[in-house]
């Protein structure tokens, strides 16, 4: 009833239905971490003023503000 090629046959069977979950499963977990948001807060990051340029509507930073190249524009080149 039982013999050995047989029972040899089902271990890698088995083994080859248990190591398929398990890769399946690892898939799905790193499908799922990529997919996530990444959530780390840069403790250097502060949040800036912001201003609006009159002239093109484009809110930029006041520290750091650049001339947009339309006539008007209030920021320096």
Known sequence: MFSLPKLLV???IVAAV???FKMWDRGGRIRDEDSKPDRRID???????????????????????????RDGCPYPS
């Open 43 to 69: 403790a250097a990051a502060e949040p800036e003023d912001m201003s609006k340029c009159d002239v093109c509507g484009t809110f930029v930073p006041e520290d750091s503000a650049r001339h947009c190249g």
């Open 18 to 20: 248990w190591y398929g």
């Open 10 to 12: 089902l271990a890698v």
